[in-house]
């Protein structure tokens, strides 16, 4: 295993080109098993859990060929099962599941366990592809459906108690293109990466509108052919280096990135008093001392997203204020707090809401790294922190930031990589 260590106080400065996105990369190569044709998809990052995306693909039968973000997939001949080996190391496994059920009516996929940020339970994904008539069963831990008797469209409600579900939708969304007649998603997830999936299927030949708001039509078509592709700026990387460049830098330049999927994170950042320039695909963010604190709650988009929030625990570190970051998305989602309170961060967590006063100056200590997000925000902590700071298991980081150690390093951080 692998830790970064990170010599803390440095001011960062420069500029930094924001990865194409985890989140849309990972539904989109799942979808290419909608065709046997060949399907060419651009800008995927180079990250841990979008190498085991493409070797699932390889182990249901595709070919599949990767060169510098380019990753070009055929599923001539697949078969309906993936195995627990590969699906066990990564819960967004569970989105070829919807392909696979669309393409051969027909699919075995192992149970995802659950996670450090929570259960997380696939109940709704079940739930669409019942609406869609076919059978599915959960048995000594794999999902079997069943959907040789027809696929056939719905009107399907996937809200949930939590709000909508991401993977959900686009499970579903995957098995509706082929079903027959229309199916509608209400309550769907209307996150940016669901829509640049459904923006990849309509170049495959699928009839889908409404991707990007809470009720999606599709109307089912015979079969879908090849396509290209190119996956949009990862927002959730961008709004980690948005918060690098609030809590040290001297301005920090994002390039290639999409302002219009980050408003509640552009807007909190305004609201703490944070100059930013923003263009077409460009933010600059400046620092400034008497910064505010903030109060947020996580929601599902366009609302502040989850996947940002221990960035903003880390953020409000360094803000000399009281801020408070609720969370209903994954109510236990702060695995982070304990270790940024062993780098004397001052946090109070009560039930699902943090309250966390600004403190003077944070110090290095040995942290363990949790999960993706929490891990990136012991990062941005650790470059903030006088001292030194080993974060421990560091491969939770490689799942979803490509090369962070060495963009953070060009920015002027001191971090380096070493066998634990
Ligand atoms: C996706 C993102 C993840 C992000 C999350 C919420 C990918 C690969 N991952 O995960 O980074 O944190 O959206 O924005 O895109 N739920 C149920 N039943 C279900 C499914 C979900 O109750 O069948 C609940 C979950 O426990 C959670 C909420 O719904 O409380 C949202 O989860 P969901 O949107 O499904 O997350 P993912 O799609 O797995």
């Given at each position: 295993?692998?830790?970064?260590?990170?010599?803390?106080?440095?001011?960062?400065?420069?500029?930094?080109?924001?990865?194409?996105?985890?989140?849309?990369?990972?539904?989109?190569?799942?979808?290419?098993?909608l065709t046997k044709d060949v399907c060419t998809i651009r800008r995927?990052?180079?990250?841990?859990?979008?190498?085991?995306?493409?070797?699932?693909?390889?182990e249901l039968g595709a070919e599949v060929e990767r060169a510098s973000g380019v990753v070009v997939?055929?599923?001539?001949?697949?078969?309906?099962?993936a195995p627990y080996e590969l699906v066990r190391k990564m819960r967004a496994s569970i989105c070829v599941l919807g392909p696979l059920t669309g393409r051969l009516r027909e699919a075995k996929v192992s149970l995802p366990g659950g996670c450090v940020i929570g259960d997380r339970p696939v109940d709704l994904h079940l739930k669409g592809l019942e609406g869609l008539s076919a059978v599915v069963t959960v048995d000594g831990g794999d999902i079997m459906v069943d959907a040789k008797a027809g696929l056939k469209g719905a009107v399907i409600n996937?809200?949930?108690?939590?709000?909508?579900?991401?993977?959900?939708t686009d499970n579903v969304?995957?098995?509706?293109?082929?079903?027959?007649?229309?199916?509608?998603i209400e309550g769907a997830a209307?996150?940016?990466?669901?829509?640049?999936?459904?923006?990849?299927?309509?170049?495959?030949?699928?009839?889908?509108?409404?991707?990007?708001?809470?009720?999606?039509?599709?109307?089912?078509?015979?079969?879908?052919?090849?396509?290209?592709?190119?996956?949009?700026?990862?927002?959730?990387?961008?709004?980690?280096?948005?918060?690098?460049?609030?809590?040290?830098?001297?301005g920090l330049t994002l390039k290639r990135v999409a302002p219009e999927h980050m408003k509640a994170v552009l807007q909190t950042l305004e609201g703490c008093g944070f100059p930013m320039e923003i263009g077409k695909d460009t933010i600059t963010i400046h620092p400034n001392p008497n910064a505010k604190g903030f109060d947020l709650t996580t929601q599902v988009y366009p609302g502040?997203?989850?996947?940002?929030?221990?960035?903003?625990?880390?953020?409000?570190?360094?803000?000399?204020?009281?801020?408070?970051?609720?969370?209903?998305?994954?109510?236990?989602?702060?695995?982070?707090?304990a270790e940024m309170k062993r780098m004397g961060a001052n946090i109070d967590l009560q039930g699902a809401t943090a309250r966390i006063r600004g403190v003077e100056k944070l110090k290095g200590a040995p942290v363990m790294a949790s999960d993706l997000r929490a891990s990136a925000a012991l990062a941005l902590a650790a470059i903030k922190a006088e001292g030194k700071t080993d974060i421990l298991r560091l491969y939770h980081i490689d799942r979803?930031?490509?090369?962070?150690?060495?963009k953070l390093s060009e920015l002027g951080a001191d971090v380096q990589r070493v066998k634990e």
């Open positions: 295993m692998e830790k970064l260590i990170v010599h803390g106080g440095t001011t960062l400065k420069g500029s930094v080109t924001i990865s194409g996105s985890k989140n849309s990369s990972l539904p989109i190569l799942a979808a290419t098993l995927v990052p180079d990250l841990s859990d979008t190498n085991y995306m493409t070797l699932i693909l390889a997939v055929e599923a001539k001949n697949i078969k309906s099962t996937l809200m949930g108690k939590h709000g909508s579900t991401v993977l959900g969304m995957m098995a509706a293109v082929l079903a027959e007649g229309t199916t509608v209307a996150e940016p990466e669901v829509e640049d999936l459904a923006n990849f299927l309509i170049k495959m030949g699928a009839k889908i509108e409404g991707a990007g708001t809470s009720r999606i039509v599709i109307e089912g078509v015979k079969e879908l052919h090849g396509a290209e592709h190119t996956v949009i700026p990862d927002r959730i990387e961008a709004g980690t280096f948005l918060c690098a460049g609030a809590m040290m830098s001297s502040f997203p989850t996947d940002m929030q221990a960035q903003f625990c880390a953020l409000a570190c360094a803000i000399n204020d009281t801020s408070t970051i609720t969370e209903t998305i994954f109510p236990q989602r702060f695995m982070h707090v979803g930031y490509e090369h962070l150690d060495d």
